[in-house]
């Protein structure tokens, strides 16, 4: 098999490619191409790639270019995680929602839909060029926001397209490590929308051990659901995605952002830069070690300011450099490696598994079109992605569903017509805005921003 990472000069990429390690000889992988539009970061990314498949002793060839076509030709398996703009395009997605109070995180809300005005027209130039030369192949999208992604290439007709996202698995592994059993052994169920669903069951041999769980004040506090605090988990009484902190704690998210130094954006843009100039000259083995470093620096600051207990909050901002243990075992293969990886497994070798994706709903989730793009629990195999009935859910969890689905379809329609009225429409519904006079402001201040990345907007 050839697998195709599309964003392989990604700081990232050295993870995925540990993570195909663990699944090379499962798959008959031949060879992993490393495509990027960023030639300069793709040299410097590639060779780390080479050295830690050289070090596992090259089951597989790695190639790297910066032509879209050579990488797709003939792929059984393409993921896509690019980032139109790079680092930059986040800061400004940040700092232009901010200046006018709201969040500006790059997956919900104003920063969201400012880069997926941004990524999805690239990216249904991506889908149209894997359909023309690798039409077998599954796409796995993590490209963010991954959800609203997803909606936008079904909409457009790209079917054997799944968004991914870790999240949507996080209660599955916080779960399994507590309980000292392995991922497989916990059978959860998960409904929502990317970035925005719960968990509302957590079998194990045939038993829900999830409400004795959330009573578990240690639980709590060994997962991000401290973020929430025990009384708000025990009153909604399912484990909760971490970005609906941004909905549960509106305010206190933006005070809390609005505090720190650095948004997150410009932190990551300036461990980036940081990583780059390192990397610069060194051996492939002082290098690699050098991309560990900054790896566990990077993780351990991830969603510090929601941290309540502010000594907690300002250890992971100022995190130390030391680094992590690499795991080889498909197990412990984390991130949206693991996702792609495990689900483009079970698609294309029939290896039954359950796993919380990004696909259109079926009948999945009462209330919501089959064709509505919903993250929910699926049974993947030979025969394809089938998503778990999940049936009515609560009302306060399905109201908040229906109102940033109403987004995400206007969002779409206004991202493919380049339409700036429909675009106002879809951030003044969004529950983050609320407001047509923001978001006039909001939608103005992207388009104005970002010009050199999208075509004239009517």
Not at 95 to 124: D, H, K, S, W
Not at 138 to 158: D, E, S
Not at 429 to 452: F, M, N, Q
Request: net charge negative; glycine share 8%; proline share 4%.
């Amino acid at each position: 098999m050839k697998l195709a990472l599309i964003g392989g000069g990604s700081v990232r990429a050295p993870e995925f490619v540990r993570g195909a390690l663990a699944f090379a000889a499962d798959l008959d992988l031949q060879e992993l191409w490393l495509m990027d539009v960023d030639a300069a970061r793709l040299e410097l990314i590639a060779p780390l790639c080479a050295e830690i498949v050289r070090q596992a002793g090259a089951p597989f060839a790695v190639h790297h270019t910066t032509t879209l076509d050579d990488a797709l030709r003939d792929a059984g398996i393409v993921v896509t995680t690019i980032r139109v703009g790079f680092e930059q395009g986040r800061v400004l997605d940040e700092r232009i929602a901010l200046r006018r109070g709201v969040l500006g995180q790059e997956t919900t809300g104003p920063g969201g839909f400012a880069m997926a005005m941004r990524n999805i027209p690239a990216l249904l130039h991506i889908a149209a060029r894997t359909e023309a030369l690798a039409p077998r192949a599954w796409t796995f999208n993590f490209t963010n926001p991954a959800g609203l992604v997803a909606q936008a290439l079904h909409h457009a007709g790209f079917r054997r397209v799944v968004g991914i996202c870790d999240s949507a698995n996080t209660a599955q592994h916080d779960i399994a490590r507590w309980l000292g059993r392995p991922a497989d052994a916990v059978k959860t169920e998960v409904f929502g929308l990317n970035h925005l669903s719960w968990t509302r069951r957590a079998l194990v041999a045939g038993r829900d051990v999830l409400p004795d769980l959330l009573r578990d004040e240690a639980f709590i506090n060994d997962t991000h659901l401290r973020f929430f605090g025990p009384e708000l988990v025990r009153r909604i009484g399912m484990f909760l995605n971490e970005y609906l902190f941004y909905f549960y704690f509106r305010d206190v998210a933006v005070e809390r952002i609005q505090g720190e130094e650095l948004t997150r954006g410009e932190e990551v843009q300036m461990l980036n830069r940081q990583l780059f100039e390192t990397l610069r000259g060194l051996p492939p083995g002082e290098a690699l070690a050098a991309y560990d470093a900054y790896n566990q620096r990077r993780s351990a600051s991830y969603m510090a300011y929601a941290e309540a207990d502010e000594a907690l909050r300002e250890a992971r901002t100022h995190p130390t450099e030391e680094t992590a243990a690499v795991h080889h075992a498909q197990e412990h293969v984390g991130g949206y490696a693991g996702v792609a990886l495990r689900a483009g497994l079970a698609l294309t070798q029939d290896r039954p598994l359950r796993i919380g994706l990004n696909v259109p709903n079926g009948g999945a989730i009462t209330g919501f079109r089959p064709d509505d793009v919903v993250e929910v629990t699926c049974e993947v195999d030979g025969s394809g992605i089938h998503p778990v009935y999940i049936g009515e859910v609560p009302e306060g969890p399905y109201l908040l569903m229906r109102s940033i689905k109403h987004y995400e379809r206007l969002a779409v329609q206004a991202i493919l017509g380049r339409d700036r009225a429909l675009a106002v429409e879809a951030l003044a519904v969004h529950p983050l805005v609320g407001s047509y006079a923001l978001a006039e402001k909001l939608v103005g201040g992207y388009l104005d921003a970002h010009r050199s990345y999208i075509e004239d907007w009517n």
